[in-house]
């Protein structure tokens, strides 16, 4: 593996926001542990949409059904399984119900005719908005209220307990995670399944002509980011300590396609700080502009879209892996 800047790119974004300790304070701490988990989704976005070239316009379904999954375990709600309440059986089971969810629904969509393009995307966003109708009228998971005093997260095993309750070993624990989910979907690019991906998103017709099984492939994916998603939305609701329909509905993940669109779709790691970034530019800018800064925000979206394709840090990486090959060359 040639190491081309952007080969670099994620072990040193890594290692300095591992350093973010010595510099912010516990709140700005706090924020950016937030802003992690935002990440994560943004990773299990970019995976279907920058790999298979599939558009959705529901990915906050999948962080939404991990965070409630999460929530209804260790507040001990499921029943059946009250005396259940470990943070390792609310992540198992955050990652579960959203993968068994989206493997029901992508059978429908990638089978039969199978939906691409813009009917994929129609058809997300409407799973989206029926999903969050359901959970607004749903009394078991607290309907338009929540869940709320969701247990934070404790990494303790065997009856021994390690609540993360401090912002700096939450931070760790976040980033940790950030990173491990990283290396996983970084593995599954790089794999020969990733390379699959890539040809369907490229031309289906001609993947499936070669005698890959196009629908099975994109299941897999589609089932995999629900996944990393849950994952995602579990972490966020043990650090909130609430959780709401919002969560699994059509505005956040709106948003999601906003972080990865302006990171960058084609590499993870832009799509993970485009997340951070986003974020971090919504608190500055509401800061400083009040009631505009939504509308501030959507222009440098539209700006991002239409002057940099690739996204802000997917332009800066191909920029450094251009003149890097240019340096060998001359070299």
Known sequence: M?????????????????????VLDDWRLGELSQFLAYGILAMSLALIWGQAG???????????????????????MVPGLTAVTSTWAGLAAAMAVPAVAANVVGRFLFYGRGLRGAYFGIATLAIAVVVERLFIN???????????NVPPLDLGLAGWSFEL??????????LAAAALVWLGLEAVVRSPFGSVLRAISGSEERTAAFGYDTAGTKLSAFTLSAAVAGFAGALFSAQFAFVSPPLIGFALSTEALIWVAVGGR??????????????????????????SWL????LLFVACVVLLPRGVVGEVLAKLDGWWGKGRKDG
Do not use: D, H
């Open 266 to 291: 084609g590499a993870l790691i832009a799509a993970f700080l485009g997340a951070i970034l986003v974020k971090s530019a919504e608190a500055r800018l509401s800061e400083a502009l009040g009631a």
């Open 295 to 298: 509308l501030a925000l959507g």
């Open 54 to 76: 599939l558009l959705c316009f529901g990915q906050a379904v999948f962080f939404g059904l991990g965070a409630y999954a999460m929530s209804l375990v260790t507040l001990g």
């Open 2 to 22: 040639s190491l081309k800047p952007s080969t670099l790119a994620a072990p040193l974004v890594f290692a300095l926001l591992a350093l973010a300790p010595l």
């Open 138 to 148: 749903w009394g078991f998971v607290g309907g338009l209220n929540g869940l709320m």
């Open 165 to 174: 309750w401090e912002p700096v070993p939450l931070y760790a624990a976040m």
